[in-house]
């Protein structure tokens, strides 16, 4: 049911937000609680633990790394519809961005970008710092490398052959040219390889953030077997993701019964969370904000779409934990539920706080399949498979399956509206103009690639623009 009250203060903020934000979300972003790399002097170990925060704040509050990868990446591929009639969600739904306006894809590129200066800068002042000491400095360096290849996962993955920028220096990075996908991946795969050495395998303090909203030894070995499907080394995914869900001390799927609390802050399924990027205690997300019927949200916004809705096997748990079928003012919708609390009033009603999860460990379940299927090893692919229908409340699948696209099927299910696991699985695997073609009269190849932002190839002339775009 929806929650009234919240209507009736819905109206009430409604003109306000209308006249003083154009009609874009009224969010209550707080600054970084920490000073930013450049801000700070490393000259002590809490000197430089500060600046790390900084920088996870930062990388937390950005609205891309909080919400857009999310929102533009279901919207572009076949997750999400928009209702509101927004021409910038038309663009994306109908994957017809352009270079000059298209917000969202755009601000992919500046977060992105803008984070990985502050993490080269954390890495390159911890090089050599005596004053910090080696083993805190080894510590906060591995973090920050691990973050840096993050973004930049997030932006071949979106935009293919992009900039290598390592350092901070603005004479060497200011007129780079494009790197190819494939050399930006030699350095995700390095950085995370030096990052997983350095890592401890506890959520320390080092960075001043606490839970699971820092990067560990197995966060960074999640990431580096996301890096080795990326690039073809089934056996370099098997091995890693292995690794990550052998560490049962630390990690866990919960039941079927439990699906609503795998995105609370601290969940044993989570691997990496984010920092809240509305208020360090508040116990809600932006995704919560987005997707859910709430102060923020005096309309529906968005629905599943009837191909992602008809996807659920009867009997799914997880069409009941994860989906909510809402009606107001006549107009249908189905949200994503995966994030309950719209606001603040939400998380103290609930005592529920959820993070914003980056990576958890079903993904790694599912990984390890589609690398097993690569490698010919049917049997254990299909384990990992049924380990993760059978949470669902689901039965086994059993031999003679196409694993390929039981894989995909589970993915869609499982992953849908998280960080655009959809958008970038169908790319990875080559199914993207298969699927999107059927299901999109507009759908063009080249739209699997956002187009590099205008602004920034105004600024530096060795840039090239996607093809494609004009």
Known sequence: MINISKLIKSAGLAFF????????????????????????????????????????????????????????????ADELHSLSGSARYAALENNTYEPQSSSYTSDIWTD?????????????RLKNNTAVGETAARQMSSEALAMRAYCYMQLVGHFGDVPLVVSTNVNVTALLPRSSAAAVYTQIIQDLTEAKAGLSEAYTSNSGVSGRSQ?????ATALLARAYLATGNAQGAVSNATEVI?????????????????????????????GSALNETSGYTNEGQEFVSGIYTFALPYTLTDALLNSF????????????????????????????NSDNDDAVASGRNEAPTVIRLAEMYLLRAEANATLGNAAAALADINVIRNRAGLPALTTGINLNLAI??????????????????????????AILG?????????????????????????????????
């Not at 920490?34 to 600046?51: H, Q, T, W």
């Not at 992105?112 to 800068?121: D, L, R």
């Not at 869609?412 to 080559?430: Q, V, Y």
């Open 17 to 76: 937000i209308f006249i003083s934000t154009g009609c874009q979300k009224l969010l209550d972003i707080k600054p970084p609680k920490n000073e930013l790399p450049s801000e700070i002097i490393f000259n002590s170990v809490e000197s430089a633990r500060g600046a790390l925060s900084g920088a996870y704040s930062q990388l937390s509050g950005s609205q891309s790394y909080s919400l857009n990868l999310t929102l533009a990446d279901a919207l572009a």
């Open 112 to 124: 992105s970008y803008t984070s990985i200066y502050s993490f080269n800068s954390i890495i390159e």
């Open 215 to 219: 990067v560990n030894r197995s966060a």
């Open 246 to 274: 052998n560490h049962t001390d630390l990690y866990g799927l919960l039941p079927g019964n439990q699906l609503n609390n795998v995105f609370l802050a601290g969940s044993r399924e989570a691997i990496f969370q984010l």
């Open 313 to 340: 096997e009867p009997g799914d748990l997880r069409r009941s934990a994860w989906v909510r079928d809402v009606t107001l003012d006549g107009v249908n919708a189905s949200e994503s539920f995966k994030y309950e």
């Open 408 to 433: 995909e099927h589970e993915r869609r299910i499982e992953l849908f509206c998280e960080r655009g696991d959809r958008w970038l699985s169908l790319k990875r695997t080559g199914r993207i103009n």
């Open 438 to 470: 059927a299901a999109k009269p507009t759908w063009q190849s080249f739209a699997q690639l956002f187009p590099i932002p205008q602004t920034a190839i105004d600024a530096n002339p060795n840039l090239t623009q996607n093809q494609g775009y004009r």
